[in-house]
């Protein structure tokens, strides 16, 4: 069986890191709403498994607040490593 975590426990964390998102029941899913976007296939049984909370993290953006609110769940995302360019020498 996978991991899972329940949906109170996504619904606090949505209300922290999405606010003003909407829940709807549709015939077999939940159908969430943010920004602009619509998740329509956030499952209806509870618990709910933690893959199906990545993907709606990573659909809305919200992976850095995500990831204080359920850290056993969303990894955080390490900042973008800057490589320096490398000196091209030109053959004479």
């Known amino acids: 069986m ?8 996504v619904l606090k964390m949505l209300d922290e890191c999405a606010p003003g998102y909407t829940i ?6 939940r159908v969430i709403h943010f920004g602009g976007k ?13 893959g199906h909370i990545r993907k709606l993290v990573r659909f809305f953006g919200i992976e850095e607040c995500a990831a204080k609110h359920l850290p056993g769940v969303i990894k955080p995302t ?7 360019p ?4 030109k053959k004479k």
């Open 2 to 9: 996978s991991a899972s975590t329940s949906l109170s426990q």
């Open 24 to 29: 709807r029941l549709a015939n077999h899913s």
């Open 86 to 89: 490398t000196k091209v020498t």
């Open 78 to 84: 390490a900042p973008a490593q800057i490589v320096p």
């Open 38 to 50: 619509v998740f329509p296939t956030y499952p209806k049984h509870d618990p709910t498994e933690n």
